[in-house]
């Protein structure tokens, strides 16, 4: 009964997560829409919070911090198979890893197309990672109907081990914060957002821009 509410309470969220939005400004095939862009930022961990559509919703885990190394969890493949995040094809490059609580809703939907395409050349040099609960089986469904080829995607979905570990696991609903996260060639934690309000999207362009200054410091 628990992971049956549990389901209903995350589907219920990630549905008004992605019918927050409105009208078309992109000019590429996907249809970009005006969700709100946000320069803020929460903090990870136990008893944090995030807001949705300003409820606060509260964090689990231990949290992450810009300075830390990144963390030894283990995620599904959309092969199912298992890998290390430490060790994944951007093992020893900068990676920008974008968390999203779900695919199937319009607001990560445009993230991760976000990532995929306006990240100025970005992807012949850094790995872009996406992070999420949603099961490998939906994930390479996504990637496939989106024409998404540059991305990692990374599932959380068994026992939310990389949510838990920084501390990005919404307990309530059992989906991940939204985040944006770059790690540079030595596994190091170099710029972190958390979304405080989940309905809006992190700023994807600071990130690529941090990404390009760790590559060209290097």
């Known amino acids: 009964m628990r992971a049956a509410y549990r389901m ?27 969700y709100t862009v946000t320069d803020g930022s929460a903090m990870a961990g136990e008893g944090r919070t995030v807001l949705f559509k300003g409820s606060p919703l509260v964090l689990s885990g231990t949290g992450i911090k810009v300075g830390d190394a990144l963390r030894e969890v283990t995620l599904t493949q959309t092969d199912l198979s298992p890998i290390a995040l430490t060790d994944t094809t ?9 968390v999203v609580p779900s695919l199937d809703t319009p607001v990560c939907e445009q993230q991760t197309h976000y990532l995929s395409e306006k990240n100025k050349g970005l992807d012949k040099m850094v790995e872009l990672v996406t992070v999420s609960v949603d099961t490998p089986f939906a994930q390479k469904r996504f ?64 990130a690529f821009a941090v990404a390009k200054s760790l590559i060209t410091a290097s």
Do not use: W
Not at 12 to 33: D, P
Not at 90 to 98: E, L, M
């Open 143 to 206: 990637a496939g109907e989106a024409h998404i080829a540059n991305v990692t995607f990374l599932s959380d979905y068994k026992d939310a081990e990389f949510g838990k570990a920084y501390g990005l696991l919404l307990k309530g609903p059992h989906i991940l914060a939204r985040t944006i996260m770059v790690v540079d060639a030595h596994n190091t934690v170099r710029y972190l957002q958390i979304t405080p309000e989940l309905t809006q999207l992190p700023d994807l362009d600071k």
């Open 8 to 34: 209903i309470v995350g589907a219920t969220v990630c549905m008004a997560i992605g019918f927050a939005g409105c009208a078309s400004s992109g000019s590429s095939s996907f249809l970009y829409k005006n």
């Open 90 to 98: 951007g093992k020893g490059k900068v990676r920008i890893i974008s």
